[in-house]
């Protein structure tokens, strides 16, 4: 899809301007359209020399292995319910009192793990809550 035209003239890029700039510089102005919401460097050097503002985005990687095990138990636990799901679907969808029972026992066992996920879910809320109100 083609990039709309910009109606006034005043904003219009209209004038080329190159500039040699050595390593050291270069790789700085890529780190900060890595990081920033500049598209490329030409973009970050546009910015610069207008005085705009250069929102630069920042990343904490200390949560990163807590924010990995709560996503690994909110997809187990996801997983287990759809289970139950269809256990139910079978139990409603049977006749039998036989058929019923098994899919109870069966729908029990699929249940079992969500205690040790719901714990351990827990614990890591609690050291959560600790560090915040550590930091506060």
């Known amino acids: 899809m083609a990039r709309a035209k910009q109606r006034d003239t005043e ?10 700039i050595d390593e050291k510089t270069f790789k700085r102005l890529e780190k900060l359209v890595a990081t920033s919401d ?3 460097p030409c973009a970050a050097a546009r ?3 207008t005085g705009e ?6 990343r904490n990687d200390e949560m990163g292995e807590v924010m990995e095990e709560l996503a690994m138990i909110r997809k187990e636990i996801r997983s287990i ?3 139950i799901n269809q256990q139910t ?3 409603n ?11 109870v026992n069966r729908t029990l066992e699929l249940y079992k793990p969500i205690n040790e996920k ?7 809320v609690n050291q959560l809550a600790i560090q915040w109100l550590q930091k506060s």
């Not at 904003?11 to 040699?20: A, E, T």
């Not at 969808?93 to 899919?103: E, G, N, V």
């Not at 719901?118 to 890591?124: D, F, G, P, Q, S």
């Open 93 to 103: 969808a049977s006749d039998k009192l036989s058929q019923k029972w098994f899919y």
């Open 53 to 58: 503002r250069i929102n630069v985005f920042y």
């Open 81 to 83: 319910g759809i289970n």
């Open 118 to 124: 719901t714990e351990r879910l827990l614990e890591i």
């Open 47 to 49: 910015k610069i020399i």
């Open 11 to 20: 904003k219009l890029l209209k004038h080329v301007l190159r500039i040699r």
């Open 38 to 40: 500049c598209r490329n």
């Open 89 to 91: 679907h079978f139990f």
